[in-house]
């Protein structure tokens, strides 16, 4: 099981930035697949970005490209995403995720205001 603990949520307003951290247990952290998933009050989870173990590969779901850059330090064991341009519709809690090992993080709140 891979421990995750997310950090750097916040408030912030329309336009403004913001990076949220997960931090990751274990010495297997490099080899693997990590995510970036995002709920708000009423809706499901859905994806926000993925990037592969050696970092040379990312995704990102239509609604944050261009915007948001997920990366990852293997030294530091710890999951990145950075956000710029953030619209109200970001606000949510963001979770981290090792699709590997079905390892979900707490969460850590977003909100974005007008």
């Known amino acids: 099981q891979v421990q995750l603990v997310e950090s750097g949520g916040g408030l912030v307003q329309a336009g403004g930035s913001l990076r949220v951290s997960c931090a990751a247990s274990?010495?297997?952290?490099?080899?693997?697949?990590m995510g970036w998933f995002r709920q708000a009050p009423g809706k499901e989870r859905e994806f926000v970005a993925a990037i592969w173990g050696s970092g040379g590969t990312t995704t990102y779901a239509d609604s944050v490209k261009g915007r948001f850059t997920i990366s990852r330090d293997n030294a530091k064991n710890t999951l990145y995403l950075q956000m710029n341009s953030l619209k109200p519709e970001d606000t949510a809690a963001y979770y981290c995720y090792v699709p590997a090992r079905n390892s979900w993080g707490q969460g850590t709140q977003v909100t974005v205001s007008s």
């Open positions: 274990g010495r297997t952290f490099s080899t693997y697949a």
